[in-house]
């Protein structure tokens, strides 16, 4: 059996690099190649243990690779790499939950859109090279190596052999174990698919070098079976080669925020024109700040248009503004200033009686005054209240999505 590699292992940690937006560190993958369609290449390779976190000795991960609007590539590690249904244990994942609400649905248009957003999953572990026609310098050298599918099902094969195999009496070995395992013979063939150079691996055991493992720690750089050696000697020379920490380097890491940010952004259009899930888009990044008004799934071009058509809700309160300078026009009150005749009370003092009450009758003219209530229509900046149609903001209230499905 053989498996396509189905992108450029070499440049993939450097590519990962710069999207996680960690330091660069030197690419030091062993990764074999061939030049053109129909060559072949063999290598001979033995799985090694990671000496200081022998638990983790293999590596693996789910991720998404998507462009987004600037035409970059963004790679976002997914959550799904911790599930565990053997002991129904799920991790939420946004990009997966849309690909699931895909998968459920009974539109054939809406099913389809699950090519959008292929997930890949990539296995990480140090290899010793015994045989490398490309460059015989490595020979000897472990070194970190992202393996194919194929190669890790091989893993898996010998680790939990079929009950077929059982019988006919193989027995379940640890495919890193230094004194029972095996060496790897990998068949590398060009084939152009979609007219792309891309690779064939063939996995096969390997038993010319015998079960147990050897290093070039003899007098002379001389091959020895590791029972032959000295314990301390081997394990400063793993020491020596093995200078990446698996998990931290080639393992799931939280997105950045600006990842995370151009995935929910990338899923919008993914999900556009499909109701019942585009609404969902902005209630699985609950912790990413909500736009004030925006358009869940609207693309890219109308998207743009939008944001005009917002502007023009500012103008609204310019219509109660005129109609403020309207009331301006009060100081028409200014006749008021008129009631300065009211000095004229003074005259009043000849009536008293009557005079006490047209004295109230010129406070009434102050109430005129109260026209400054106009002002009160300011108060119509209570459409203000009307940006408070980011009610759309409501839909945080779908965070309470349930954890991912089977």
Avoid at 116 to 128: D, E, S
Avoid at 252 to 273: F, I, K, M, N
């Amino acid at each position: 059996m053989s498996e396509l590699s189905i992108f450029n292992v070499g440049e993939h940690a450097d590519r990962l690099n710069q999207a996680f937006q960690r330091p660069s560190y030197s690419n030091n993958l062993f990764d074999p190649r061939v030049e053109k369609a129909g060559e072949s290449k063999i290598v001979i390779l033995r799985p090694m243990p990671y000496i200081f976190d022998v638990a983790h000795s293999i590596v693996g991960k789910n991720f998404y690779v998507f462009k987004d609007l600037n035409g970059n590539y963004v790679y976002y590690d997914s959550r799904t790499t911790f599930n565990d249904p053997a002991n129904n244990h799920w991790e939420f994942c946004p990009v997966g939950q849309a690909w699931n609400l895909f998968n459920k649905s009974t539109d054939p248009a809406v099913k389809a859109r699950q090519k959008l957003i292929p997930r890949r999953t990539q296995n990480y572990c140090y290899v010793q090279i015994l045989k490398y026609p490309s460059d015989e310098k490595l020979i000897g050298r472990i070194m970190p190596m992202a393996i194919p599918m194929e190669m890790k099902k091989f893993f898996d094969a010998m680790a939990c052999p079929s009950e077929d195999d059982i019988k006919l009496g193989t027995q379940p070995v640890n495919p890193f174990d230094l004194f029972n395992a095996c060496p790897i013979k990998l068949t590398i063939t060009g084939k152009i698919v979609n007219n792309t150079l891309m690779r064939d691996w063939k996995v096969e055991k390997y038993l010319d070098f015998g079960k147990e493992a050897i290093f070039p720690l003899g007098a002379g750089n001389a091959w020895l079976p590791i029972s032959q050696l000295d314990k301390t000697a081997v394990e400063n020379h793993f020491k020596e080669q093995q200078t990446e920490n698996l998990v931290e380097v080639y393992g799931y890491h939280q997105p950045s925020v600006e990842v995370e940010d151009a995935v929910r952004t990338w899923l919008r259009g993914v999900c556009y024109g499909v109701p019942g899930i585009q609404e969902q888009v902005d209630s699985w990044f609950p912790h990413l700040p909500q736009p004030a008004a925006h358009a869940v799934a609207q693309p890219a071009a109308q998207a743009v248009t939008q944001p005009a058509q917002a502007p023009a809700q500012p103008q609204a309160p310019a219509n109660p503004a005129p109609e403020a300078p309207a009331q301006p026009a009060a100081p028409a009150a200014p006749q008021a200033p008129a009631m300065p005749q009211t000095p004229q009370a003074p005259a009043q003092p000849e009536a008293p009686a009557p005079a006490a009450p047209a004295a109230p009758i010129a406070p009434q003219a102050p109430a005129a005054p109260v026209m400054p209530q106009a002002p009160v229509a300011p108060a119509a900046p209570a459409q203000p209240a009307a940006p408070a149609a980011p009610q759309a903001p409501a839909q945080p209230g779908q965070i309470g999505i349930e954890n991912l499905p089977v």
